[in-house]
């Protein structure tokens, strides 16, 4: 099963706000929470300071489009850019990949490891407060095959 696509919206001091979330592919569901996501923030007087993604690992496509979509986002409005790994959103957990693939962070390092049972994974949750520490400017996404 696809996890929904989820945005949050952060205060400048990393305080949580307001979540907008999709259950659309993700070439439908970014288009549609940043549609609602601008007038949530007019309606508040807000605007979009910097940008901070999820770069992998995960589904191929969804992270060639988020990819696609965040950069073309910050070219068209000059904001900072910012990635992490999903496994600081999810407890780190395993992240599910294909069959009884499923990708693990091992003392830093991303590793694809088949399990005979599926391991326990726990969804992808947006953080009370936005830690600016798990994130960082290497904003490759993370592919374990290469791009098309």
Not at 28 to 55: G, P
Not at 56 to 69: E, V
Request: aromatic share 12%; hydrophobic share 45%.
């Amino acid at each position: 099963m696809q996890e929904p696509t989820q945005v949050g919206v952060y205060a400048l001091d990393g305080q949580f706000l307001h979540a907008f979330s999709s259950n659309e592919r993700t070439n439908t569901a970014l288009i549609q929470i940043f549609k609602i996501l601008l007038k949530w923030l007019e309606a508040r007087h807000l605007n979009i300071q910097a940008l901070y993604y999820v770069r992998g690992p995960g589904s191929f496509m969804a992270m060639k489009l988020t990819h696609i979509f965040v950069h073309a986002w910050v070219l068209l409005n000059p904001v900072p850019l910012h990635s992490a790994l999903g496994f600081a959103f999810n407890e780190n957990s395993p992240i599910k990949a294909f069959g009884k693939s499923f990708y693990v962070c091992e003392d830093d390092q991303v590793a694809l490891k088949t399990f005979e049972s599926p391991p326990a994974c726990q969804e992808m949750r947006l953080p009370p407060t936005l830690d600016p520490l798990l994130f960082a400017a290497d904003n490759e996404p993370l592919y374990f095959l290469p791009p098309v």
